[in-house]
Structures are given as C-alpha cells and as structure tokens.
C-alpha cells in the first residue's frame, strides 16, 4: 500500500446499529481510499463474510472485527474492539449468540415501552415490523429512531432519544472488561479500547482505567476516532507507546442521520493513516507466535 493509502477499523452495517449493508459499506470505503477496513458491529460477527466477498471484488483487504459492551467498575459503557480473530472460533460465536438473543428481547422491550409512551401522549404506536423492515437486520435504538422520524413524532434522531428512546430505555446487557479481552484473545485476536474520548472527559479516570486494562492484556488504543481532537490524538499516541499499546483508528461509521463521520478520517477532519494496519498486524503477529510457545 502507498503512504498515503487510509484505513477504517472501525466501521458499521445494519447487521448492529448501522445503516448500511456491508457490501454497501466496502463500496464507500473504496470510494473514500480506504485500502484496509473492519467491521466492527456491536457483538455481531455477521457482517464479516460478506463485506470479505466484497472487498474481494474491489480489492478491499476486510479484517475481522467486532465491538464487546462491557464495563469495568464505574465506567458502565466501556466498548472493547476484537481484531484478526476467527470469525467461527465457538466460544466467541456462543457468547454473541446469547449476546444476541437478550439484545433482540431488550429491543422488543423499548419499543413496548416506547408505544406505552406514545398512547398515552394519544400519538400512533410504532409497528415492530416496521422497525425491523428500516433496519434491514440486526435492529438497535437508532433504527427505532428512524420509525419515529417516519412517523412524525421526532423532528431528527436526537430529539427522538431524548423524547422517547432516553426514557424507554432497558439496561444493555456487559461483558466485565477482563473477560471481554479475555475472550478476543482466546478467538485469537487483539484487544483495543474503543473512542476514549467518550469514556471520561477526565484524563487523570483515563489514564488510570488505561493501568488497569492494560493490566487485563489490553493490546491497543483507538486513538483516531470520532470523538477526539488533534490534541487529543496526539495525547492518545502518547499514552498508548507509554504503555506499550499500538495504535489504531476508525471513524466509527452508522450511516444514520446526523452522522457526521466520515469513512476513513478521524472526526471528519484527520486522515486515519495506513500505520494503525501495520501496527495490527505486527500485534496479530505477536499473539500467534506468543500461542505457539
């Protein structure tokens, strides 16, 4: 790849929380020069084979991805990034799958509560059907969202969140933050802390939550991404080689309205440079020969 080839190891289709198919996605990559992209949807590996497929016929390298719920102590939305893993590794695939099958209850609960919230307001519920038609598969809260824009009773997808999805919300289901590194690395794969920026605003929390996972065998940091500033990815470098971590990056990508990502850079102004691959694949190199000894 040349120097200045990008990368996006961060990216969603509508097999989670995402708008778009994977193949669509792979499409839009390629057309941003993206040269190597992941799937990361949240606790679902579903996306993988076909954005591979696709990325086969484009001459898009897809590396296998996936992004844990988990939480650690006080920080009770920590997402953990999985790379490089086997796509098919059973244990991984059992967890997701039961993963999965709360996740598709909560959503039938919110959208229960959701309609509860609408009769009373004498509005028109929302229908599930529906719900699942404008998700296109795996359906999370943004796709709700969409039902009610469609609908008339939210102007845009934040005003639906805070009159109706904040609300109605149901507790997510988490992986404690050990046990999610934990399994990645048993699925062969490297561990990366997701946007850091939205974890704490508080660099001092930061820096001592970055000891403790790292302590669990955390092996990288997400210092591109959606949420972090010039400064920020450049404080994010530097805590990442001052722990031995590698460095990556994605612009974590839905595709929904109001998303101001852009496929390829960081918060829509920094390129994510080809090293955050380089530098995952010298991780995934490690690990392998680390499991052979």
Same mark, same amino acid.
Request: proline fraction near 4%; glycine fraction near 10%; charged fraction near 25%.
């Given at each position: ?93 059992? *967890?997701?799958?039961?993963?999965? %099958?709360? =996740?598709?209850?909560?959503?039938? @609960? /919110?959208?229960?509560?959701?309609? !509860?919230? &609408? ?102 940091? *997400?210092?591109?991404?959606?949420? %972090?500033? =010039?400064?920020?990815?450049?404080? @994010? /470098?530097?805590?990442?080689?001052? !722990?031995? &971590? ?48």
């Amino acid at each position: 790849m040349t120097t200045d080839s990008l990368a996006d190891l961060h990216l969603h289709t509508h097999f989670s929380d995402g708008v778009h198919s994977p193949e669509d996605i792979v499409q839009m990559a390629r057309d941003a020069g993206v040269a190597t992209l992941a799937i990361c949807d949240h606790d679902n590996l579903d996306g993988i084979a076909p954005a591979r497929a696709a990325g086969a016929q484009v001459g898009i390298e897809v590396i296998s991805g996936v992004e844990l719920s988990s939480r650690w102590r006080g920080f009770h939305d920590l997402h953990i990034l999985g790379y490089g893993f086997d796509p098919q590794h059973p244990e991984l695939c059992r *967890e997701l799958k039961e993963f999965r %099958a709360f =996740r598709s209850r909560r959503n039938e @609960l /919110i959208v229960e509560r959701v309609n !509860r919230r &609408l009769t009373a307001r004498k509005k028109a519920p929302l229908d599930f059907a529906r719900v699942r038609e404008l998700a296109g598969g795996t359906f999370g809260r943004p796709h709700i969202a969409r039902a009610l824009i469609e609908m008339g009773h939210a102007r845009d997808t934040s005003e639906a969140f805070e009159r109706y999805l904040i609300p109605c919300n149901v507790e997510k289901k988490f992986f404690p933050a050990d046990q999610a590194i934990a399994l990645i690395h048993r699925a062969g794969g490297v561990a990366v802390l997701a946007h850091p920026p939205f974890i704490t605003p508080e660099r001092n929390a930061l820096e001592g939550l970055l000891d403790v996972l790292t302590g669990f065998g955390l092996d990288g940091l *997400e210092a591109y991404n959606n949420g %972090a500033t =010039r400064d920020d990815v450049d404080y @994010l /470098i530097g805590q990442a080689r001052r !722990r031995g &971590l590698i460095v990556t990056g994605g612009s974590d990508h839905h595709g929904f309205e109001g998303d101001e990502s852009r496929i390829g850079w960081c918060r829509g102004v920094l390129p994510i440079p080809y090293s955050c691959v380089t530098e995952l694949r010298s991780a995934l190199a490690r690990r392998a020969e680390n499991h052979q000894l």
